[in-house]
């Protein structure tokens, strides 16, 4: 959907996968007399990973940096909701400009684990994905050993409290401790929490639980990230946020008055 055709350059042509520097391989807007757009429709949500704009070639650099500048990209989804938004940087006379956007991680198991010498004390292990629905509660964990009276389950009954006896904890420290929730399914990761025994104050969290490593595995068995918590403060929480992703039906590029649009291609790539 735009607000105006130039004869002869159809919205088509933005889409048709063929990109060369022919001005009739483009599609163009009419005048400078109003705001232009186009307005793209994928058909449903996608989740963008990158979009390249392919700009009208033939007349150099004019297109480039006149015509072309201020112009905005906004995804919107299907809900109307503008999930994203940027201006292109035109500051290199190139006629095409890639964008890469955040990939998300995408994960069944998150595994933390411990080498010899330390300890694992949950106190409880929570994981979202794109809501506010915490998706590691009630899940299942396998882990090497368990001190008796501090089950895989207190890390995933949505207990949080300093008391020892809500906290899943390892039994000794002369091997690896590893444990290994795993959440069903593969999920869109957003953030994690990982709340850490308390009742001993900074001993668990600056001793015990140095030398932490998560893993984020998805349902193939591929590592899809790995971090290091950072326990440089003395908190007993930790939480963690992650990319979010783009979620759009919808790619709208807009000029304003004074500007035209002249796209020879638009890709848009996602899943």
Not at 155 to 170: E, G, L, N, R
Request: hydrophobic content about 40%; proline content about 5%; aromatic content about 14%.
């Amino acid at each position: 959907r735009v607000d105006s055709t130039f004869s002869g350059y159809p919205t088509s042509k933005a889409t048709d996968d063929v990109i060369s520097s022919s001005a009739t391989d483009c599609y163009h807007s009419i005048g400078t007399s109003t705001v232009h757009f186009f307005e793209l429709d994928l058909g449903l949500d996608f989740l963008i990973t990158s979009m390249v704009l392919h700009w009208r070639q033939d007349n150099g650099t004019k297109y480039i940096h006149s015509t072309y500048s201020d112009v905005l990209v906004d995804f919107v989804d299907s809900n109307g909701l503008v999930t994203s938004s940027f201006s292109p940087d035109l500051s290199f006379p190139i006629s095409s400009y890639p964008e890469f956007f955040n990939v998300p991680i995408i994960a069944r198991y998150v595994n933390v684990t411990v080498p010899i010498g330390k300890q694992l004390a949950i106190n409880e292990l929570e994981v979202f994905g794109f809501g506010l629905e915490n998706i590691a509660l009630g899940k299942i964990a396998t882990v090497d050993s368990t001190f008796s009276g501090y089950p895989t389950s207190k890390a995933t009954d949505d207990v949080i409290s300093s008391s020892a006896a809500d906290c899943y904890h390892s039994f000794g420290t002369s091997t690896p401790h590893f444990f290994d929730l795993d959440l069903g399914l593969d999920f869109h990761i957003s953030s994690m929490v990982l709340h850490w025994r308390q009742d001993d104050g900074n001993t668990y969290v600056h001793g015990t639980y140095s030398d932490v490593l998560v893993d984020f595995i998805d349902s193939s068995g591929q590592v899809t990230y790995s971090f290091e918590p950072d326990f440089s403060s003395p908190m007993s929480s930790y939480p963690v946020f992650f990319n979010v992703p783009i979620i759009a039906r919808y790619v709208n590029v807009t000029v304003p008055i004074a500007k035209q649009l002249a796209i020879n291609e638009i890709q848009v790539v996602g899943r």
